[in-house]
Antibody, heavy 118, light 110 residues
Framework: QLQLQESGPGLVKPSETLSLTCTVS??????????WSWIRQPPGKGLEWIGN???????YYKSSLKSRVTISLDTSKNHFSLKMSSVTAADTAVYYC??????????WGQGTMVTVSS | QTVVTQEPSFSVSPGGTVTLTCGLS?????????PSWYQQTPGQAPRTLIY???IRSSGVPDRFSGSILGNKAALTITGAQADDESDYYC??????????FGTGTKVTVL
């Protein structure tokens, strides 16, 4: 059964780059004809789609985050990653990775909390 | 920028029926937006309830149903139970690889 697990630093300083990885187990990221997503949720607030990456490497981003976000795929490690530059306190959130299936998300990671603070 | 609107909150009695809606700031929601619905309890990852307007995800009870009502997507809970008390989010695919979450609805069962 496919599982997703987020990992990365829980604390990032303002103006630095947030880097997270989502490791896929129980299946191959390169043979799954799927999109893979990053989604976040600030404390006490709603969910926000950040972006998707296709198994070919093509990526799509929320327009307001596009200038700061890069999602990439590493098929050799069976994971995909999120990098968000120039972070501020507004980027403090639980970050989820998820698999896209039929224009929705069918498998979610458990989420990882990232705090932006000096 | 596309804004997807949901009711902030709803209260429903145990055994009652409640319909949550998901609308667009401009325009009508149709099946071509592939509306999906997610349930989230505090501290947990979202759980997928409905995708492609009205298809229940595996293991989701049939008291949850999705539809298009007028110009909005809708999630109906029929025979609400105590453990349905959660936050509910809709998502619309707006094309070009872009997805937008709704603002979320907090459902209280009492």
């Amino acid at each position: 059964q496919l599982q997703l697990q987020e990992s990365g630093p829980g604390l990032v300083k303002p103006s630095e780059t947030l880097s997270l990885t989502c490791t896929v187990s129980g299946g191959s990221i390169s043979t799954s004809v799927r999109y893979w997503s990053w989604i976040r949720q600030p404390p006490g607030k709603g969910l926000e789609w950040i972006g998707n990456i296709y198994y070919t490497g093509t990526a799509y981003y929320k327009s307001s985050l596009k200038s700061r976000v890069t999602i990439s795929l590493d098929t050799s490690k069976n994971h995909f990653s999120l990098k968000m530059s120039s972070v501020t306190a507004a980027d403090t959130a639980v970050y989820y990775c998820a698999r896209v299936n039929l224009y929705s998300w069918d498998i979610w990671g458990q989420g990882t909390m990232v705090t932006v603070s000096s | 920028q596309t804004v997807v609107t949901q009711e902030p909150s709803f209260s429903v009695s145990p055994g009652g029926t409640v319909t949550l809606t998901c609308g667009l700031s401009s325009g009508s929601v149709s099946t071509t937006y592939y509306p999906s619905w997610y349930q989230q309890t505090p501290g947990q990852a979202p759980r997928t309830l409905i995708y492609s307007t009205n298809i229940r995800s595996s293991g989701v009870p049939d008291r949850f149903s999705g539809s298009i009502l007028g110009n909005k997507a809708a999630l109906t809970i029929t025979g609400a139970q105590a453990d349905d008390e959660s936050d509910y989010y809709c998502v619309l695919y707006v094309g070009g690889g872009i997805y937008v979450f709704g603002t979320g609805t907090k459902v209280t069962v009492l």
